[in-house]
Structures are given as C-alpha cells and as structure tokens.
C-alpha cells in the first residue's frame, strides 16, 4: 500500500469534507482525467482510475469510517481476515478482530447482529446535467433530462432467477448466509460466524441465471424525466429529484437522482446574486444633457431619464428587475452601468464644431478635470 496516495489527497479535499464536497471534487477530478479528454495519455487514465478507486471508499460511509481509522488496511477486501505472516503489528503474528472474539464469547455487541443480505435497501443516487439559458434560471422552466440508472429486471423482478425457475437454498451455508469459522487467538481457538462467499449472505443460490441480466437482478437503462427548475436557480446548483436513482435492493427505494445545472452567459446581463448588472452606451450629448433610454430587462423594455451631467461609470438601479430569491418570496434589482462612448471619424465640419464648444468651456464645466489638474499643481510645487 506504500505506493498509493491518500485518497483526501486524490480528491483535494480535507479528511473532514462533506458528502457534497467529495462528490464535487470528484466530478472536477473526473472529468479533468477522463480517457475521453485524453485519448492516449496513460498517465491521465492511471489518475482516473486512481479518483474513482478514492471516491468509490470515501463516498461510502462504512469504507470511509473504516479507512479513517486503519487506512488501506482498513478497506483492503482481506480486512479482518488473519495473517500468518509474523510481524504484521500483532505480537501473536496474525491480525485480530476484536470485534470477532467478543462475537464469540458473548453474541457480539448488540447482540452480535450482521447486516441481512435480504433486508430492504436503498438504492444509490445518480448525477445528471443539464444546461440553461440565463432567462431560463432566471424564470424557472420545464426541461427534459435524460440520464443512466440501473433498475430491477423486469423479466425476473431482480432475483437473477430465469423465468420459471427458482432460487436454491444454499448447500453451504443451509440457507442461513453465515458459516462458521475457526480463528486462533491469544484467547485461543474460537468460533466466529462470517458471511457465507457462495450465497454472499443471501442465504440463496441461482442454477439458472436469467438471460437478460445474467444472473445480476438489476440493468442499466437509459430514463428521460422532465423536472421543473425553479426561478433564480443558479450555476453549479444541484436539483435534487426524489426516487429517480439506481433501484433499491431487495425492494427497498430507489435513489435519488442529483441535477448539475449550468448556466449560459448572457450577451447583455451578468448575475451578481440575485442582482442583474447591464452596461448601456451613451453619446457625449446624451450624457451631458441628459437622455430619456430604453433599458433591456427580464421583464422586457423599460424606459429611464438619464440627468444631465450623467459621468462614465455612473450606476442606477432599477428596483425589482434582478432575479426571483430561489424558492422564496422577493426579487434582486437590476443595476445600469454608463458608459459613455466618444464619436470616431467626425468629418471636418464636426471637428470645427467640437473645436468651438471646448473653446467655450470653462474649468466650471468639468470639475474633476479641474480638481486633478489643481492637485498635480501642489504636488510639484
């Protein structure tokens, strides 16, 4: 195991990350490594395979519980098992779990209880993405997703049994889906119940697999859902729809199925929260005197009165025109930036005119230029 890297490391994620934040990093290091983006870069598919061994541990509660306590050791498939090598960290040359010596002597904490194979469980969650106009994050909408999950057989309802036929019961374990083993221990030889490996605790065999699944119960498939997407959703926001994962087990509930929303740019507005931002050019006149304009909004057009003496850079705020608070009540504003565009190839006679009207400008007319020009005046003087 000395050759391997942390998986936090893998990940680039502190040991003490969220779920959310596992999963995040691992679609940014998936797809920055995947054998698609990399056709013939051996050591782009080594550190994908690497991410998805890291997120296969770390995504599941008991591999990570373990790992963050014995490390590799913890999630190696022979953990618990014994050593008969001397030296492994054990004075008595083997690996003892302590767990199984109290199993053995008193029934195991809480009543030495295993997980059963045939309980119900959950299916696990499946991620999608789907991509929006600005206008479509901003309003909310309607879309169609269409994603992979795995689902329960039809043709054998997800025993893995052909039609017809039916499951066994296993002539290893009697049906139970626990064998008994011997273990040596400095107490001794004792007795621990391990899962059956024939039956895998199912306490079942199949002689005839079904020909559709192979004998695994469950298939990939390919689902359109449509999902309704809120207004004011944003970039990187997850959707989350219930009961549309990979199927549960033993009939137990699906999964949930995680929507990565993207969102377009726009050509004239920018998000800042739930604020829009617009510029809007205006002539040298226009700023100056002061302009009646036409504003772009979500909602459509609205009209402004610029005052005169209006500076580049100036801000106004439309009140209300930003975007819906996601799944509350209210609304951001919308904020307009001038910018105040100066006239190119003026002719002749437009230069003579723009010559005369400086000509007739005083310091009065441009207060900043003043100020600045009287501040450079005392710094050298």
Same mark, same amino acid.
């Given at each position: 195991m000395a050759d391997k890297?942390?998986?936090?490391?893998?990940?680039?994620?502190?040991?003490?990350?969220?779920?959310?934040?596992?999963?995040?990093?691992?679609?940014?290091?998936?797809?920055?490594?995947?054998?698609?983006?990399n056709p013939g870069n051996k050591e782009a598919e080594a550190k994908f395979k690497e991410v998805n061994e890291a997120y296969e541990i770390l995504s599941d509660k008991d591999k990570r519980s373990r790992y963050d306590r014995y490390g590799f050791a913890g999630v190696d498939p022979n953990f618990g098992a014994g050593s008969t090598a001397y030296g492994g960290g054990n004075p008595f040359g083997q690996d003892i779990d302590i767990g199984d010596i109290f199993n053995s002597f008193f029934g195991g904490f809480g009543g030495g209880q295993r997980r059963n194979?045939?309980?119900?469980?959950?299916?696990?969650?499946?991620?999608?993405?789907?991509?929006?106009?600005?206008?479509?994050?901003?309003?909310?909408?309607?879309?169609?997703?269409?994603? /992979?999950?795995?689902?329960? !057989?039809?043709? =054998?309802? &997800?025993? $893995?049994?052909?039609?017809?036929?039916?499951?066994?019961? *296993? #002539?290893?374990?009697?049906?139970?889906?626990?064998?008994?083993?011997?273990?040596?221990?400095?107490?001794?030889?004792? /007795?621990?119940?391990?899962? !059956?490996?024939? =039956?895998? &605790?199912? $306490?079942?065999?199949?002689?005839?697999?079904?020909?559709? *699944? #192979?004998?695994?119960?469950?298939?990939?498939?390919?689902?359109?859902?449509?999902?309704?997407?809120?207004?004011g959703i944003g970039q990187d926001q997850i959707l989350n729809i219930g009961g549309h994962g990979n199927s549960g087990y033993n009939g137990g509930p699906a999964g949930d199925l995680h929507v990565y929303i993207s969102v377009k740019k726009h050509e004239l507005f920018e998000r800042k929260g739930d604020d829009v931002w617009c510029d809007i050019p205006l002539t040298f006149s226009q700023a100056a005197l002061g302009h009646e304009v036409i504003v772009p909004t979500l909602d459509g057009k609205a009209s402004y009165q610029v005052h005169p003496g209006t500076q580049p850079g100036d801000i106004f705020k439309l009140r209300g025109k930003g975007i819906q608070h996601l799944n509350s009540k209210g609304r951001g504003d919308q904020y307009v930036r001038v910018v105040v565009e100066v006239p190119r190839n003026l002719t002749a006679e437009q230069k003579k005119i723009l010559k005369q009207f400086e000509d007739s400008c005083s310091p009065n007319n441009y207060q900043k230029r003043s100020s600045f020009f009287d501040k450079v005046k005392k710094l050298f003087n």
């Open positions: 890297r942390d998986y936090y490391e893998v990940l680039g994620v502190q040991k003490g990350a969220s779920d959310e934040e596992i999963k995040k990093a691992f679609r940014k290091q998936a797809k920055k490594y995947h054998p698609d983006l194979q045939n309980a119900p469980r959950r299916g696990s969650d499946v991620e999608a993405s789907l991509t929006l106009s600005f206008e479509e994050a901003a309003k909310g909408c309607k879309k169609e997703v269409t994603y /992979q999950n795995v689902e329960s !057989c039809k043709d =054998c309802n &997800g025993t $893995g049994a052909a039609s017809g036929t039916q499951l066994k019961v *296993c #002539s290893e374990c009697n049906g139970t889906g626990q064998v008994i083993a011997q273990k040596r221990t400095p107490f001794g030889v004792v /007795q621990t119940s391990q899962t !059956c490996e024939k =039956c895998r &605790g199912k $306490g079942k065999v199949i002689e005839k697999p079904c020909p559709k *699944c #192979s004998g695994v119960g469950r298939i990939r498939s390919t689902r359109t859902v449509t999902v309704t997407v809120p207004p």
